[in-house]
């Protein structure tokens, strides 16, 4: 099955990134269903997605006719049942391996044999997952990066179980959404982007926790002689406190490492609710309406 296979689209998750690969995959033609347990979820969803075109129309990015065609393609349902036509479904709902695997059970019966099942997940490898379906040659991970509306590389990634095939035409559909894939021949958690990134986000929290330096300056040399377009701590809030916390939640578990717990700092955060721009204070505070969601 090449790329010429996949006519409908499926995203599972309305929040943060699901939202935005739906919006992705729909300007670039495909029609899409967006489905979330979640009936409030998927409102925000209309509106986050209502909000973040219109700015891209005013500064002529889309035509008005162009948004609103990309809108008619998508479908919001609370209802599994609606991808019955599936061709490639990708899943960002909440990062939780139990959840992931209950879903792609459900997703497994109710897609089309020959349907893709890809895992949008920062950090499971779906080796994880594959093993509950009966088609683990077409498992496999298809990894955005937060503003999926903006960022243009997507991380594909072949588990030992994933076909050739699976692997080249999600390739191809990256490339159709017009996005740049770049592909893990072997899986590993957390992929290139993520792994590299932990190890930067590690040092700093190091750095403030021992009292070398503020949150500010660390930020600052990153930003200014490292000449990165954001500094670590700016970047927690944007993708969400809660987000480190968990990813560092799971590789504890794995590891049973206390090294890999999640940090201090971070772990007071998310127990007083202070995520980042979700909640409009974090490392930083941010103005609420201006909060990204
Ligand atoms: P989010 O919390 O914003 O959204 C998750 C959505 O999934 C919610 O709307 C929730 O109602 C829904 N949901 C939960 N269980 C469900 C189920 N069984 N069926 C259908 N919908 C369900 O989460 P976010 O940040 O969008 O993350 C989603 C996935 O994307 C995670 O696996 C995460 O690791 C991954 N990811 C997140 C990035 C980020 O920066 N936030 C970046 C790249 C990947």
Request: hydrophobic fraction near 40%.
């Given at each position: 099955?090449?790329?010429?296979?996949?006519?409908?689209?499926?995203?599972?998750?309305?929040?943060?990134?699901?939202?935005?690969?739906?919006?992705?995959?729909?300007?670039?033609?495909?029609?899409v269903t967006l489905q979330d347990v979640s009936a409030e979820s998927l409102e925000k969803a209309k509106q986050f997605l209502g909000i973040q075109m219109e700015k891209r129309v005013k500064k002529g990015r889309f035509t008005a006719e162009a948004v609103e065609a990309a809108f008619s393609r998508i479908t919001f349902t609370a209802s599994l049942h609606e991808l019955k036509e599936a061709d490639l479904v990708i899943e960002a709902i909440v990062e939780k391996l139990d959840v992931k695997r209950?879903?792609?059970?459900?997703?497994?019966?109710?897609?089309?044999?020959?349907?893709?099942?890809?895992?949008?997940?920062?950090?499971?490898?779906?080796?994880?997952?594959?093993?509950?379906?009966?088609?683990?040659?077409?498992?496999?991970?298809?990894?955005?990066?937060?503003?999926?509306?903006?960022?243009?590389?997507?991380?594909?990634?072949?588990?030992?179980?994933?076909?050739?095939?699976?692997?080249?035409?999600?390739?191809?559909?990256?490339?159709?959404?017009?996005?740049?894939?770049?592909?893990?021949?072997?899986?590993?958690?957390?992929?290139?982007?993520?792994?590299?990134?932990?190890?930067?986000?590690?040092?700093?929290?190091?750095?403030?926790?021992?009292?070398?330096?503020?949150?500010?300056?660390?930020?600052?040399?990153?930003?200014?002689?490292?000449?990165?377009?954001?500094?670590?701590?700016?970047?927690?809030?944007?993708?969400?406190?809660?987000?480190?916390?968990?990813?560092?939640?799971?590789?504890?578990?794995?590891?049973?490492?206390?090294?890999?717990?999640?940090?201090?700092?971070?772990?007071?955060?998310?127990?007083?609710?202070?995520?980042?721009?979700?909640?409009?204070?974090?490392?930083?505070?941010?103005?609420?309406?201006?909060?990204?969601?």
């Amino acid at each position: 099955m090449g790329i010429e296979s996949i006519k409908n689209v499926a995203v599972i998750g309305a929040g943060t990134m699901g939202s935005q690969i739906a919006m992705v995959c729909s300007l670039a033609g495909y029609p899409v269903t967006l489905q979330d347990v979640s009936a409030e979820s998927l409102e925000k969803a209309k509106q986050f997605l209502g909000i973040q075109m219109e700015k891209r129309v005013k500064k002529g990015r889309f035509t008005a006719e162009a948004v609103e065609a990309a809108f008619s393609r998508i479908t919001f349902t609370a209802s599994l049942h609606e991808l019955k036509e599936a061709d490639l479904v990708i899943e960002a709902i909440v990062e939780k391996l139990d959840v992931k695997r209950e879903l792609f059970k459900k997703l497994d019966e109710i897609t089309p044999p020959h349907a893709i099942l890809a895992t949008n997940s920062s950090t499971i490898v779906s080796s994880k997952i594959a093993d509950v379906t009966v088609r683990p040659e077409k498992v496999c991970n298809i990894h955005f990066f937060n503003p999926a509306l903006v960022m243009e590389l997507v991380e594909v990634v072949k588990g030992p179980h994933t076909s050739v095939e699976t692997a080249q035409t999600s390739m191809d559909f990256v490339k159709k959404i017009n996005k740049l894939p770049v592909l893990l021949n072997k899986e590993i958690s957390g992929f290139i982007a993520n792994r590299i990134l932990g190890k930067l986000m590690d040092e700093a929290v190091y750095l403030l926790e021992n009292g070398y330096a503020s949150h500010e300056e660390i930020d600052l040399v990153c930003t200014k002689a490292l000449n990165h377009p954001i500094g670590p701590f700016a970047l927690m809030d944007l993708t969400g406190i809660d987000v480190n916390y968990f990813v560092r939640m799971q590789r504890y578990e794995e590891s049973g490492n206390e090294r890999d717990k999640p940090a201090r700092i971070v772990q007071e955060k998310v127990e007083n609710g202070e995520l980042g721009r979700k909640t409009g204070k974090g490392f930083y505070t941010y103005d609420q309406k201006a909060a990204v969601k």
